[in-house]
């Protein structure tokens, strides 16, 4: 989408007339400085476009920073908020939750703050399931545990159901921490609200492992995912390079975006073969794969490869497409499937070989963040709740250009990063790697 075309603009509840209460419980500084609207980002920084108006005389797209504002529109003595997390387990979730009830409570003075059990299913009245009340003692240590304290869940629900579950709890501000289709339900759950006059603002923090959110330069959790990826690589390479033939398959995740498979490949520099699903390559022929495995193998003795576990999914074209609870297409296992590609080539050549396959996967979901995605947790919880208790609504928190913003979640809608395959971030991992084209044409 061009940049020209952008529509930055943030929807608020009403007029914030309420002086802030944070820079009264901020101790130790010299001085507080609040964020006004004025202050922007600007989404392009290149030169040639962020130095200039454009045609019609308006400067170029920005977005809102991200921080606290001098006047807020909640009164935290009455206001009740609420946390929801949807879709799959990540490192930082616990973390998101912690700095949200902590930053509500003591800075804002905050005193009734709920978790929706289990995702959006939580609001549904027929799963019966109770809200958790989170408070500092609630969630001061959670950042040391993987997973979620409050559950999560896939798939859609009636989105009147949940608003009239909000209505009846009397609830100001939801916070929903989830990938796309999570930010998708948001941003109509926005709509409804506003459509029925009601007062309840609805800030996304987005949360996918695979960093492919649209318009975002950084995710929750893949700091984490590309860390022990890299440990997955090492084992990898140490097997591989103990046997004769060895080689070590490691499958990653990044279902549509292949940003943790290159990063973990060039953060490990042990990988020959790096597959993504924005990178098309073939398994036969004299430029494609196996082939290339084996000259590699004959060359060195050993190899290491890394794939997405979105990439190659057009060697299943001919199966049958089954969907998960949030409509997703489910992937076949391309590790599984090259293993054995891999094994019937070199058994039909009569070469031996030793392959280890590594699936690290839902052992790194459920991992507690590390100290990186800690911190950048801390940041986005803590903006989340100073642009709800602003009254703003129908936004996320989101990184661009080194800073926290707001963007408005209509800009995500149905769209998704990918690895750009002439951009640095493949360039340099084929440089890593030394993998020429795998395409026969």
């Given at each position: 989408m061009p940049t020209e075309t952008l529509n930055t603009n943030i929807t608020t509840l009403g007029d914030a007339r309420i002086p802030s209460p944070v820079h009264k419980r901020v101790h130790g500084t010299n001085g507080f400085a609040f964020v006004s609207e004025a202050d922007r980002v600007l989404i392009d920084v290149t030169v040639n476009r962020a130095c200039k108006p454009l045609a019609d005389g308006t400067l170029p797209p920005s977005y809102e920073l991200a921080g606290p504002r001098e006047r807020i529109y909640f009164d935290p003595s009455k206001l009740k908020c609420a946390l929801v997390t949807c879709g799959g387990l990540c490192p930082g979730l616990n973390d998101i939750i912690r700095s949200i009830v902590l930053e509500l409570h003591y800075g804002y003075g905050v005193r009734n703050i709920s978790g929706v059990r289990y995702g959006?299913?939580?609001?549904?009245?027929?799963?019966?399931?109770?809200?958790?009340?989170?408070?500092?003692?609630?969630?001061?240590n959670i950042h040391e545990r993987g997973g979620v304290v409050i559950g999560s869940s896939r798939g859609p629900q009636d989105v009147e159901e949940i608003v009239d579950t909000l209505e009846r709890m009397n609830i100001g501000i939801l916070f929903m921490i989830g990938g796309g289709g999570t930010l998708?339900?948001?941003?109509?759950?926005?709509?409804?609200?506003?459509?029925?006059?009601?007062?309840?603002?609805?800030?996304?923090?987005?949360?996918?492992?695979?960093?492919?959110?649209?318009?975002?330069?950084?995710?929750f959790g893949f700091d984490t995912a590309v860390e022990v990826s890299t440990r997955a690589i090492v084992s990898a390479s140490n097997e591989a390079e103990g046997y004769p033939n060895g080689i070590g398959l490691i499958k990653l995740m990044g279902r549509h975006s292949g940003f943790i498979a290159a990063t973990a490949t060039l953060a490990q520099q042990d990988v020959n073969f790096v597959l993504i699903p924005e990178v098309d390559f073939d398994l036969d022929g004299p430029q494609g794969l196996l082939h290339t495995l084996e000259v590699r193998l004959a060359d060195r003795g050993h190899a290491v490869i890394v794939v997405a576990e979105g990439a190659?999914?057009?060697?299943?074209?001919?199966?049958?497409k089954e969907l998960d609870l949030s409509g997703n297409v489910k992937l076949k296992d391309i590790g599984l499937f090259l293993k054995q590609e891999i094994i019937a080539y070199f058994t039909e050549r009569n070469i031996q070989i030793s392959i280890k396959y590594i699936d690290p996967s839902y052992m790194i979901r459920s991992l507690p963040?590390?100290?990186?995605?800690?911190?950048?947790?801390?940041f986005l919880g803590r903006n989340a709740v100073h642009a709800g208790m602003a009254g703003k609504t129908d936004l996320l928190i989101g990184n661009c250009n080194?800073?926290?913003?707001?963007?408005?979640?209509?800009?995500?809608?149905?769209?998704?990063?990918?690895?750009?395959?002439?951009?640095?971030?493949?360039?340099?991992?084929l440089e890593a790697t030394g993998q020429p084209s795998l395409k026969n044409d």
């Open positions: 959006l299913r939580g609001f549904i009245p027929r799963y019966g399931y109770d809200m958790m009340d989170l408070t500092p003692s609630e969630v001061v998708q339900a948001a941003t109509h759950l926005a709509d409804a609200i506003l459509q029925r006059g009601l007062r309840t603002s609805i800030v996304g923090v987005p949360k996918t492992i695979d960093n492919d959110i649209y318009m975002v330069s950084r995710s190659g999914q057009k060697f299943f074209a001919g199966q049958a963040a590390n100290a990186n995605d800690r911190v950048f947790c801390n080194n800073h926290f913003v707001h963007v408005p979640m209509k800009l995500l809608a149905g769209k998704r990063k990918h690895v750009d395959p002439k951009g640095m971030l493949w360039r340099s991992a």
